[in-house]
């Protein structure tokens, strides 16, 4: 059984910093993950992605020179950096793995999912 646990979210001021955190376990195989947000009435949005080999980012344009995804296979767990933060960035957060490959932005490409983490950010 493959469980991914986020951790971190929380709420900042405009400008503020976060980290959040995904732990795999289980069957740890994966192609990439990625992290996703949903804001209400909104439809999820990927938002960044690390591949397990080559540890290549992709980020989404909303996050690109804010955001930073990195992992750490040691610990089986990604981590995703989150400065300058805006209240347009308030959204459930979630992590996924892909053992698929494909399209690292199409929540559809993803076969594991986390529970969500949720991120507020005050202006």
């Known amino acids: 059984q493959v469980q991914l646990v986020e951790s971190g979210g929380g709420s900042v001021q405009a400008g503020g910093s976060l980290r959040l955190s995904c732990a795999v376990s289980?069957?740890?195989?994966?192609?990439?993950m990625g992290w996703f947000r949903q804001a209400p009435g909104k439809e999820r949005e990927g938002i960044a992605a690390?591949?397990?080999?080559?540890?290549?980012?992709y980020y989404a344009a909303s996050v690109m020179g804010r955001f930073a995804i990195s992992q750490d296979k040691t610990k089986n767990t990604v981590h995703l950096e989150m400065k300058s933060l805006k209240p347009e960035d308030t959204a459930v957060y979630y992590c996924?793995?892909?053992?698929?490959?494909?399209?690292?932005?199409?929540?559809?490409?993803?076969?594991?999912w986390g529970q969500g983490t949720q991120v507020t950010v005050s202006s």
């Open positions: 996924a793995t892909s053992a698929y490959g494909g399209d690292w932005t199409r929540s559809d490409n993803y076969n594991y």
């Open positions: 289980g069957h740890t195989y994966y192609v990439y």
């Open positions: 690390v591949f397990s080999n080559s540890g290549t980012t």
